[in-house]
């Protein structure tokens, strides 16, 4: 038993017992759909129909229906894959890396936070499979597959082929983690529901019997699987960069991109958890559990990795200068003064200079200001990616070939039905499926007081 | 086994052969009789039910599955020099009016799909342009006429003829309305009516009118003829606004001269020098040293002033006052005096005064008979405007009984046209002979179209003492006749058009020894395509007897030309693409930017830069405003395209474009400039200096272009240029040395790699492209989009930068001398130094789009090539995006089979156009990546036909679509690995070396990127401008 202090600040606040927390948590599984879930569903499912045109669009028309071109053959696809990827690292950094760090903050919020990374992964699986301008074989071939043409294989040099690799394990290995992390609390809502309900829990939580050994192998699958998911927190975006990194344009070579997006990465991914969090404890009534607390942590990380972010940008900066490389000095300038300039500065604010505010112990304690800022890091990281993709192909090495990007009505359509998809997914893991981790928060009832145990 | 002789019974009865058991013995169960196949009543039995049904089924579904019906229909006598796949190549010759080019046609499989100079003539050397490589597909044109008709109902042959022979017979006068004919066999097919009918006049006239020249060959020599030019030997060579390059009288043969004049080594560091005052920025004046700008009101001045420049050195009298103070005119006479009789002076004018004063130049310069040749006159135009305008008139007047338009379009493309539209009407008969129911066509009476000429026999002479053949490549496809054979008909001639043309050539049979018979001489002549001969010169040509006094031509000069505009000025051009908009039903030439705006599908009005900011009118991205342009009483709206280099208070509006009866490609693009000439002053002006009125009429409008950057913002690593005085100091001048910096020391970008690098054991292909030689004329550009079945995607797919030409040529404005920020460096200089780029796959041997493709679509060949498999290709669009050149294009869309580009993908849409696709090629699918292959299938084609002969691949045997179409030799395609080859010597390659990464002594040659060393395969030239010191 640690050793705790009283005067430490609880993480669970309201005098929560553990059948409050079973209670407070299984309600919304048991419970009649509410009309703001409902009404949200509407919604995102509206979305994701809006959406589907546009991704039926380009698969029977072809890649032609973007706005893209002989240069810029890149654009928001690739934008928003490196986006939504993004987004999915938040989930495994705090169920794996924080759980490794023994951060017990972390239990109110993993399991949405992995649910998100789930959604957002697919929904960032779906831009390379449709980018292809034949996804039907593209598909197949991508994978390093037998096959009957000799001895032919994918080009292992190729980053887009770590791309493969890389997102398929991190979805792999996020799918398990958090699946057996929801093991033990479908087995809760199984042992409180009857007739059908108590048969679909009980298949979904494999014959949980709370035994003390079961306990055990859930707590030793739990940290080798943080284990092996530790290394694709930081593996996952470093690949993705590659993918720039290794590329000759002005703009994407450089050795800097690693690092700098895995802290975007994180940024993003916070951000879109508050986004996220602040919603679902206002509409589930879970403030004792997901608490300004966890919020002003969340924040804290918001403020490290949107720093890390900014000295990445200067820095590009000042390599650029400092290699003479005119083309890529070209590149850096046309960023800041170009014709996107506006996606630039925008990025520049809404990444840089607003999680500054963060500083400020009233903003980052303030949920409105809290989810605000939320939103505009991530539009800020979707204007990141954008900058990198679209400005530095747009004016590369031979001005003979630079042109504009404008995004049409069907890009903006495969954008929404993303937000479509990953939105219905969640409203439905929200009703379905226990939003907080009833097992490993009923873990840290205890150690901020043992009073609170009544 | 053994085998087994034994036999079995069933039983006794079988044994017995009883009677009882034989009846039922086929039965298998004899005991239980089989349920009769039709029940007591006659309805079908279950079984039956079953049986149908399955066979219904399966019947129905096969039926559904049959796949289309594709006709392969084999020979049942293979002809005997048609092989499948292998192609076969006839010498032959494209005429369009004056436009000459002696060709070889390749056919495959009874096809022609591609159009190669002919190497064989002295005239145009293996050069062609744009509009020739593009023709063939005219061949395919689903707008040509299918049969003759009579008043709209199509007819035949025999009713026509019957119908015609009689009506003609009864006419009266007629006229047979041509453009320039070269053909004389054609000439005498006229001459048959005329000797039946009597009273048939011949009117030429040109839509594009040299008759200035002419007309004044006449007012100062006496004769009427167009001389023939000889730029290479000219040392100096000044133009007043001809486009000798591009559009003015015979552009390949010039381009040829004016290169081998531009032509330059480290052996024989000289070049002309060429200054060009012109209002529109025309390719020639792009190509120019000294480029000055001027009004179309200061043309006639500037000429002038020359004249009397050089006069005043020659000490001969000078004519007229008013003397022009323009750039570079001055240092002109001076350079032009120093090297005179080396010298040539062009003018694009057509007024016959101007032209004058340009022959007296000449004269004064002692170039006649050199550079300028009046006894080896060509014939390329024979018009005459003023003829021509009285004929309408006359027909206007009800004073001609018949009209034949012969494969001509006046009423659209004669200024004045409009007038004919309405008087065709008022002649008894009316004819028209052309392929396709043009604007006159849809007027006449009689259609009885031509062949193609590629259907068709015939003859030329383009020069004195040149002839070439042309003949069928293919059998008709409709059921068209020779218009040459439709003249006999009805003069009542039966002989065939091709015995004709063999009697006609009997004389230059009788003129030669070589040939014992005639049929051997004919074969050799057919073979070859052209012949020189003097035999059919009915005399020699006089000498000639210069006027000497030009003071009536200066005055004339003097009364119609200003030193400044009154007002608002145009000057009407002809594009390289368009040409005079007889071949713009070709979605080819509409696709192909043009040389200098880079603008595809339209005509626009050019504007100067100046005007455009007094206008408050900027362009981005093709992003412009509608003009209403007012001129000679006719008004147009147009879009506006800010051009460097337009004069000031000039405008530029090109022919060629708003066709009505063209066919479905070229209907409605652009509006027809024609309709603002006139041929009122006793030619057809160009220049219009009275009454123009622009203004923008704030309609927004977006011109597709394929380049919206104009400057190459200094980059130094893109283009790399001197002037001539600074290379003759040093080879390498101009030239930019990347050095990257490792452990202390800098080196060479191609000394640092992580690549093992290639070894490349048998061949290495490599391509050499000299930038002075390029013109940017983009005839390579039309070949390789013939050669390789290059889609055409149309003007909104231009619009969204979508082009795929493999091959296209970069054209950079020069910055603002002053310019220093970035936002300077974007914006061309008013008037601007122009540099041509053909940028195409490099082919680098560390290739960034081959180690990024994730399925190894793009791959390295053993012999240098950067190789693109599209079977395996998925479309990740990751190789173009990491091609530093931008050179890979993407199928955006499915462009074959698509109804959506049915209308401008015609070689990949219908049955027609397909006939003109390059079977060695295939038709890329949506989704795949594609680019230049250095036309891989030409290359294997030669290793197989060396292999054959069990030889080695000799250089010459195998070469590039653009390198052949090119006329000036810029493009240089080779085995880097045969020491022997052109490549390898032009670029001076250090030893026979196997090893990827060539070592290269010429200086002058260089990579573009050199810094990131992927290593290309394709080298260039740096561009040596012959400019005193570095100025624009």
Same mark, same amino acid.
């Given at each position: 038993?640690?050793?705790?202090?009283?005067?430490?600040?609880?993480?669970?606040?309201?005098?929560?017992?553990?059948?409050?927390?079973?209670?407070?948590?299984?309600?919304?599984?048991?419970?009649?759909?509410?009309?703001?879930?409902?009404?949200?569903?509407?919604?995102?499912?509206?979305?994701?129909?809006?959406?589907?045109?546009?991704?039926?669009?380009?698969?029977?028309?072809?890649?032609?229906?973007?706005?893209?071109?002989?240069?810029?053959?890149?654009?928001?696809?690739?934008?928003?894959?490196?986006?939504?990827?993004?987004?999915?690292?938040?989930?495994?950094?705090?169920?794996?890396?924080?759980?490794?760090?023994?951060?017990?903050?972390?239990?109110?919020?993993?399991?949405?936070?992995?649910?998100?990374?789930?959604?957002?992964?697919?929904? #960032? &699986?779906?831009?390379?499979?449709?980018?292809?301008?034949?996804?039907? $074989?593209? %598909?197949?071939? !991508?994978? *390093? +597959?037998?096959?009957?043409?000799?001895?032919?294989?994918?080009?292992?040099?190729?980053?887009?082929?770590?791309?493969?690799?890389?997102?398929?394990?991190?979805?792999?290995?996020?799918?398990?983690?958090?699946?057996?992390?929801?093991?033990?609390?479908?087995?809760?809502?199984?042992?409180?529901?009857?007739?059908?309900?108590?048969?679909?829990?009980?298949?979904?939580?494999?014959?949980?019997?709370? #035994? &003390?050994?079961?306990?055990?192998?859930?707590?030793?699958?739990?940290? $080798?699987? %943080?284990?092996? !998911?530790? *290394? +694709?927190?930081?593996?996952?975006?470093?690949?993705?960069?590659?993918?720039?990194?290794?590329?000759?344009?002005?703009?994407?070579?450089?050795?800097?991109?690693?690092?700098?997006?895995?802290?975007?990465?994180?940024?993003?991914?916070?951000?879109?958890?508050?986004?996220?969090?602040?919603?679902?404890?206002?509409?589930?009534?879970?403030?004792?559990?997901?608490?300004?607390?966890?919020?002003?942590?969340?924040?804290?990380?918001?403020?490290?990795?949107?720093?890390?972010?900014? $000295?990445?940008?200067?820095?590009?900066?000042?390599?650029?200068?400092?290699?003479?490389?005119?083309?890529?000095?070209?590149?850096?300038?046309?960023?800041?003064?170009?014709?996107?300039?506006?996606?630039?500065?925008?990025?520049?604010?809404?990444?840089?200079?607003?999680?500054?505010?963060?500083?400020?112990?009233?903003?980052?304690?303030?949920?409105?200001?809290?989810?605000?800022?939320?939103?505009?890091?991530?539009?800020?990281?979707?204007?990141?990616?954008?900058?990198?993709?679209?400005?530095?192909?747009?004016?590369?090495?031979?001005?003979?070939?630079?042109?504009?990007?404008?995004?049409?009505?069907?890009?903006?359509?495969?954008?929404?039905?993303?937000?479509?998809?990953?939105?219905?997914?969640?409203?439905?893991?929200?009703?379905?499926?226990?939003?907080?981790?009833?097992?490993?928060?009923?873990?840290?009832?205890?150690?901020?007081?043992?009073?609170?145990?009544? | 086994?053994?085998?087994?002789?034994?036999?079995?019974?069933?039983?006794?009865?079988?044994?017995?052969?009883?009677?009882?058991?034989?009846?039922?013995?086929?039965?298998?169960?004899?005991?239980?009789?089989?349920?009769?196949?039709?029940?007591?009543?006659?309805?079908?039995?279950?079984?039956?039910?079953?049986?149908?049904?399955?066979?219904?089924?399966?019947?129905?579904?096969?039926?559904?599955?049959?796949?289309?019906?594709?006709?392969?229909?084999?020979?049942?006598?293979?002809?005997?020099?048609?092989?499948?796949?292998?192609?076969?190549?006839?010498?032959?010759?494209?005429?369009?009016?004056?436009?000459?080019?002696?060709?070889?046609?390749?056919?495959?499989?009874?096809?022609?799909?591609?159009?190669?100079?002919?190497?064989?003539?002295?005239?145009?050397?293996?050069?062609?342009?744009?509009?020739?490589?593009?023709?063939?597909?005219?061949?395919?044109?689903?707008?040509?006429?299918?049969?003759?008709?009579?008043?709209?109902?199509?007819?035949?042959?025999?009713?026509?003829?019957?119908?015609?022979?009689?009506?003609?017979?009864?006419?009266?006068?007629?006229?047979?309305?041509?453009?320039?004919?070269?053909?004389?066999?054609?000439?005498?097919?006229?001459?048959?009516?005329?000797?039946?009918?009597?009273?048939?006049?011949?009117?030429?006239?040109?839509?594009?009118?040299?008759?200035?020249?002419?007309?004044?060959?006449?007012?100062?020599?006496?004769?009427?003829?167009?001389?023939?030019?000889?730029?290479?030997?000219?040392?100096?060579?000044?133009?007043?606004?001809?486009?000798?390059?591009?559009?003015?009288?015979?552009?390949?043969?010039?381009?040829?001269?004016?290169?081998?004049?531009?032509?330059?080594?480290?052996?024989?560091?000289?070049?002309?020098?060429?200054?060009?005052?012109?209002?529109?920025?025309?390719?020639?004046?792009?190509?120019?040293?000294?480029?000055?700008?001027?009004?179309?009101?200061?043309?006639?001045?500037?000429?002038?002033?020359?004249?009397?420049?050089?006069?005043?050195?020659?000490?001969?009298?000078?004519?007229?006052?008013?003397?022009?103070?323009?750039?570079?005119?001055?240092?002109?006479?001076?350079?032009?005096?120093?090297?005179?009789?080396?010298?040539?002076?062009?003018?694009?004018?057509?007024?016959?005064?101007?032209?004058?004063?340009?022959?007296?130049?000449?004269?004064?310069?002692?170039?006649?008979?050199?550079?300028?040749?009046?006894?080896?006159?060509?014939?390329?135009?024979?018009?005459?405007?003023?003829?021509?305008?009285?004929?309408?008139?006359?027909?206007?007047?009800?004073?001609?009984?018949?009209?034949?338009?012969?494969?001509?379009?006046?009423?659209?493309?004669?200024?004045?046209?409009?007038?004919?539209?309405?008087?065709?009407?008022?002649?008894?008969?009316?004819?028209?002979?052309?392929?396709?129911?043009?604007?006159?066509?849809?007027?006449?009476?009689?259609?009885?179209?031509?062949?193609?000429?590629?259907?068709?026999?015939?003859?030329?002479?383009?020069?004195?003492?040149?002839?070439?053949?042309?003949?069928?490549?293919?059998?008709?496809?409709?059921?068209?006749?020779?218009?040459?054979?439709?003249?006999?008909?009805?003069?009542?001639?039966?002989?065939?058009?091709?015995?004709?043309?063999?009697?006609?050539?009997?004389?230059?049979?009788?003129?030669?020894?070589?040939?014992?018979?005639?049929?051997?001489?004919?074969?050799?002549?057919?073979?070859?395509?052209?012949?020189?001969?003097?035999?059919?010169?009915?005399?020699?040509?006089?000498?000639?007897?210069?006027?000497?006094?030009?003071?009536?031509?200066?005055?004339?000069?003097?009364?119609?030309?200003?030193?400044?505009?009154?007002?608002?000025?145009?000057?009407?051009?002809?594009?390289?693409?368009?040409?005079?908009?007889?071949?713009?039903?070709?979605?080819?030439?509409?696709?192909?930017?043009?040389?200098?705006?880079?603008?595809?599908?339209?005509?626009?009005?050019?504007?100067?830069?100046?005007?455009?900011?007094?206008?408050?009118?900027?362009?981005?991205?093709?992003?412009?405003?509608?003009?209403?342009?007012?001129?000679?009483?006719?008004?147009?709206?147009?879009?506006?395209?800010?051009?460097?280099?337009?004069?000031?208070?000039?405008?530029?509006?090109?022919?060629?474009?708003?066709?009505?009866?063209?066919?479905?490609?070229?209907?409605?693009?652009?509006?027809?400039?024609?309709?603002?000439?006139?041929?009122?002053?006793?030619?057809?002006?160009?220049?219009?200096?009275?009454?123009?009125?622009?203004?923008?009429?704030?309609?927004?409008?977006?011109?597709?272009?394929?380049?919206?950057?104009?400057?190459?913002?200094?980059?130094?690593?893109?283009?790399?240029?001197?002037?001539?005085?600074?290379?003759?100091?040093?080879?390498?001048?101009?030239?930019?040395?990347?050095?990257?910096?490792?452990?202390?020391?800098?080196?060479?970008?191609?000394?640092?790699?992580?690549?093992?690098?290639?070894?490349?054991?048998?061949?290495?292909?490599?391509?050499?492209?000299?930038?002075?030689?390029?013109?940017?004329?983009?005839?390579?550009?039309?070949?390789?989009?013939?050669?390789?079945?290059?889609?055409?995607?149309?003007?909104?797919?231009?619009?969204?930068?979508?082009?795929?030409?493999?091959?296209?040529?970069?054209?950079?404005?020069?910055?603002?001398?002053?310019?220093?920020?970035?936002?300077?460096?974007?914006?061309?200089?008013?008037?601007?130094?122009?540099?041509?780029?053909?940028?195409?796959?490099?082919?680098?041997?560390?290739?960034?789009?081959?180690?990024?493709?994730?399925?190894?679509?793009?791959?390295?060949?053993?012999?240098?090539?950067?190789?693109?498999?599209?079977?395996?290709?998925?479309?990740?669009?990751?190789?173009?995006?990491?091609?530093?050149?931008?050179?890979?294009?993407?199928?955006?869309?499915?462009?074959?089979?698509?109804?959506?580009?049915?209308?401008?993908?015609?070689?990949?849409?219908?049955?027609?156009?397909?006939?003109?696709?390059?079977?060695?090629?295939?038709?890329?699918?949506?989704?795949?990546?594609?680019?230049?292959?250095?036309?891989?299938?030409?290359?294997?084609?030669?290793?197989?036909?060396?292999?054959?002969?069990?030889?080695?691949?000799?250089?010459?045997?195998?070469?590039?679509?653009?390198?052949?179409?090119?006329?000036?030799?810029?493009?240089?395609?080779?085995?880097?690995?045969?020491?022997?080859?052109?490549?390898?010597?032009?670029?001076?390659?250090?030893?026979?070396?196997?090893?990827?990464?060539?070592?290269?002594?010429?200086?002058?040659?260089?990579?573009?990127?050199?810094?990131?060393?992927?290593?290309?395969?394709?080298?260039?030239?740096?561009?040596?401008?012959?400019?005193?010191?570095?100025?624009?």
């Amino acid at each position: 038993m640690q050793v705790t202090s009283p005067v430490r600040e609880p993480l669970v606040t309201g005098g929560k017992t553990y059948k409050d927390v079973t209670n407070d948590i299984a309600r919304q599984v048991e419970g009649k759909p509410t009309v703001g879930w409902l009404l949200g569903l509407a919604v995102a499912l509206g979305t994701l129909l809006i959406g589907s045109l546009a991704l039926v669009a380009t698969l029977w028309e072809g890649i032609g229906m973007w706005g893209l071109n002989k240069t810029v053959g890149w654009a928001w696809d690739i934008t928003n894959f490196v986006w939504w990827v993004g987004i999915g690292h938040a989930g495994t950094l705090i169920s794996a890396v924080l759980l490794l760090f023994r951060q017990k903050w972390r239990t109110s919020i993993n399991r949405a936070a992995e649910a998100m990374t789930i959604f957002a992964v697919i929904c #960032a &699986a779906l831009f390379p499979l449709i980018h292809m301008g034949r996804p039907w $074989i593209g %598909a197949i071939w !991508a994978l *390093p +597959l037998p096959n009957t043409y000799g001895s032919l294989w994918v080009n292992f040099n190729s980053p887009l082929l770590w791309d493969v690799f890389a997102i398929s394990t991190y979805f792999s290995v996020s799918l398990v983690f958090w699946y057996i992390g929801l093991i033990p609390d479908f087995a809760t809502i199984r042992d409180r529901a009857t007739g059908l309900r108590k048969v679909i829990y009980g298949a979904l939580s494999f014959g949980w019997d709370g #035994a &003390a050994r079961t306990w055990m192998r859930y707590e030793s699958v739990s940290l $080798i699987l %943080a284990g092996l !998911a530790t *290394p +694709l927190v930081l593996s996952v975006h470093t690949i993705v960069s590659f993918d720039f990194a290794t590329s000759v344009i002005p703009g994407w070579h450089t050795t800097i991109f690693p690092p700098y997006f895995v802290a975007g990465a994180i940024f993003s991914g916070f951000a879109m958890v508050l986004t996220l969090m602040i919603v679902t404890r206002k509409v589930f009534k879970l403030e004792d559990y997901i608490t300004i607390g966890h919020i002003e942590l969340m924040n804290i990380v918001i403020i490290i990795t949107g720093s890390i972010v900014g $000295i990445a940008y200067i820095t590009e900066f000042f390599m650029a200068w400092y290699s003479g490389v005119a083309a890529e000095q070209y590149a850096f300038v046309n960023r800041m003064f170009g014709p996107y300039w506006w996606a630039y500065w925008s990025m520049m604010t809404c990444n840089v200079i607003s999680p500054q505010l963060f500083w400020f112990k009233k903003i980052r304690t303030s949920i409105a200001a809290t989810f605000i800022l939320s939103l505009v890091v991530n539009i800020g990281m979707w204007f990141e990616r954008f900058v990198i993709i679209v400005t530095s192909l747009h004016r590369d090495f031979l001005p003979s070939s630079w042109v504009m990007f404008y995004p049409t009505i069907t890009d903006v359509g495969v954008y929404l039905f993303t937000f479509g998809f990953f939105f219905t997914a969640f409203l439905l893991f929200a009703k379905f499926f226990p939003v907080i981790n009833m097992a490993e928060v009923k873990s840290v009832l205890k150690s901020s007081s043992e009073k609170t145990i009544k | 086994m053994k085998e087994n002789k034994k036999t079995y019974w069933k039983g006794l009865e079988q044994l017995t052969n009883d009677p009882e058991f034989v009846k039922n013995a086929d039965q298998e169960f004899p005991g239980f009789t089989a349920k009769k196949n039709q029940s007591e009543d006659g309805a079908s039995s279950r079984r039956d039910f079953l049986k149908m049904m399955g066979f219904s089924v399966a019947a129905a579904s096969l039926a559904a599955c049959e796949a289309p019906v594709r006709k392969a229909i084999p020979y049942v006598n293979k002809p005997v020099d048609v092989n499948p796949s292998i192609p076969n190549y006839y010498a032959s010759t494209f005429s369009n009016g004056g436009d000459y080019a002696s060709v070889v046609v390749k056919t495959r499989e009874g096809r022609p799909i591609k159009i190669d100079g002919n190497k064989l003539s002295p005239i145009t050397q293996g050069g062609t342009n744009a509009i020739v490589e593009a023709s063939v597909l005219s061949l395919y044109d689903k707008a040509r006429l299918t049969g003759p008709q009579i008043n709209g109902q199509a007819a035949d042959w025999a009713s026509l003829d019957a119908e015609l022979s009689s009506k003609l017979a009864a006419a009266g006068s007629i006229k047979v309305v041509t453009n320039t004919v070269l053909s004389p066999s054609t000439e005498r097919a006229i001459n048959q009516m005329a000797e039946r009918f009597g009273d048939v006049e011949q009117i030429t006239y040109d839509p594009v009118s040299n008759y200035g020249i002419t007309r004044a060959s006449e007012m100062y020599y006496g004769t009427k003829v167009l001389p023939s030019y000889q730029f290479e030997n000219a040392k100096v060579i000044v133009s007043f606004g001809a486009d000798f390059l591009g559009s003015w009288i015979s552009p390949i043969v010039f381009a040829r001269q004016y290169s081998k004049g531009r032509k330059i080594s480290k052996e024989n560091p000289n070049m002309s020098r060429h200054f060009q005052f012109e209002s529109n920025l025309s390719l020639t004046g792009a190509n120019a040293d000294y480029r000055t700008p001027i009004t179309a009101s200061q043309n006639g001045l500037a000429v002038l002033t020359l004249y009397n420049l050089i006069a005043q050195k020659a000490g001969a009298s000078t004519a007229g006052a008013n003397n022009l103070d323009l750039a570079h005119l001055k240092k002109a006479a001076d350079e032009l005096w120093a090297n005179r009789g080396n010298t040539l002076v062009v003018s694009g004018s057509n007024d016959p005064n101007v032209q004058v004063v340009v022959h007296a130049i000449n004269e004064l310069l002692g170039n006649v008979g050199n550079t300028v040749d009046f006894e080896n006159p060509v014939h390329y135009r024979k018009g005459d405007d003023s003829r021509m305008s009285q004929f309408v008139s006359e027909l206007n007047a009800g004073r001609v009984g018949a009209v034949i338009f012969y494969n001509c379009n006046p009423v659209y493309d004669f200024g004045g046209g409009q007038a004919l539209a309405e008087a065709i009407s008022k002649a008894k008969v009316s004819v028209s002979t052309s392929e396709v129911k043009n604007e006159t066509a849809a007027l006449v009476q009689y259609l009885a179209p031509d062949h193609h000429y590629l259907e068709s026999w015939n003859d030329f002479n383009p020069k004195k003492g040149m002839y070439s053949l042309s003949q069928p490549t293919i059998s008709p496809l409709f059921n068209t006749r020779q218009a040459q054979e439709s003249f006999l008909k009805w003069a009542g001639n039966s002989s065939s058009y091709y015995d004709f043309i063999r009697e006609g050539w009997q004389p230059m049979f009788a003129g030669q020894q070589e040939m014992a018979d005639f049929q051997s001489f004919w074969d050799s002549c057919l073979h070859d395509g052209v012949y020189q001969t003097t035999a059919m010169e009915e005399e020699a040509t006089e000498a000639l007897s210069p006027a000497g006094d030009i003071s009536a031509a200066a005055s004339a000069i003097g009364s119609s030309y200003k030193a400044q505009a009154s007002g608002p000025e145009l000057v009407v051009y002809t594009k390289v693409g368009i040409g005079s908009g007889t071949y713009a039903n070709n979605p080819w030439l509409h696709e192909m930017p043009d040389p200098i705006s880079k603008a595809t599908w339209d005509n626009y009005l050019t504007v100067s830069q100046k005007w455009a900011n007094d206008n408050g009118l900027s362009m981005k991205e093709g992003a412009t405003q509608m003009a209403t342009v007012t001129a000679n009483g006719v008004s147009f709206a147009v879009p506006v395209l800010i051009q460097p280099g337009q004069a000031e208070g000039t405008f530029g509006l090109a022919l060629g474009y708003g066709r009505t009866s063209a066919g479905r490609v070229a209907d409605g693009l652009g509006v027809n400039a024609y309709a603002l000439l006139n041929a009122g002053k006793g030619y057809v002006s160009y220049d219009i200096t009275e009454g123009v009125e622009i203004s923008l009429t704030g309609e927004a409008y977006r011109i597709a272009q394929t380049q919206t950057h104009q400057t190459y913002m200094g980059r130094d690593f893109v283009i790399q240029e001197a002037t001539l005085g600074e290379y003759k100091e040093d080879a390498s001048a101009g030239r930019y040395h990347p050095e990257i910096y490792k452990d202390g020391e800098f080196y060479k970008p191609s000394k640092i790699s992580l690549w093992s690098g290639h070894k490349y054991s048998q061949h290495h292909w490599g391509l050499a492209i000299d930038m002075n030689s390029c013109i940017g004329c983009a005839a390579c550009t039309v070949a390789c989009q013939v050669e390789n079945n290059v889609a055409v995607v149309g003007k909104q797919e231009v619009l969204n930068r979508r082009e795929m030409a493999w091959i296209r040529i970069d054209r950079y404005y020069s910055s603002p001398e002053e310019a220093t920020s970035n936002k300077e460096l974007e914006q061309a200089a008013d008037n601007p130094e122009v540099t041509f780029q053909p940028m195409m796959c490099q082919h680098c041997n560390n290739a960034p789009c081959e180690t990024v493709c994730p399925v190894v679509a793009t791959t390295h060949s053993s012999e240098g090539l950067n190789q693109m498999t599209y079977n395996r290709c998925i479309g990740t669009r990751y190789c173009a995006n990491n091609c530093p050149y931008k050179v890979r294009r993407f199928n955006w869309f499915k462009y074959h089979d698509n109804k959506d580009f049915a209308g401008v993908n015609t070689a990949q849409n219908d049955d027609l156009g397909k006939m003109v696709l390059n079977p060695d090629v295939t038709v890329r699918a949506r989704g795949v990546m594609e680019k230049c292959s250095m036309c891989v299938q030409r290359i294997q084609a030669g290793k197989l036909a060396a292999k054959r002969e069990k030889r080695k691949v000799k250089d010459g045997d195998i070469n590039v679509a653009c390198a052949v179409a090119c006329p000036t030799e810029a493009l240089v395609f080779g085995d880097m690995n045969d020491p022997e080859s052109r490549v390898s010597k032009m670029l001076k390659i250090e030893e026979n070396s196997t090893e990827a990464i060539k070592e290269v002594n010429e200086e002058r040659a260089y990579h573009v990127l050199e810094e990131i060393n992927v290593s290309p395969n394709v080298w260039y030239f740096t561009k040596i401008r012959n400019k005193d010191k570095n100025e624009a």
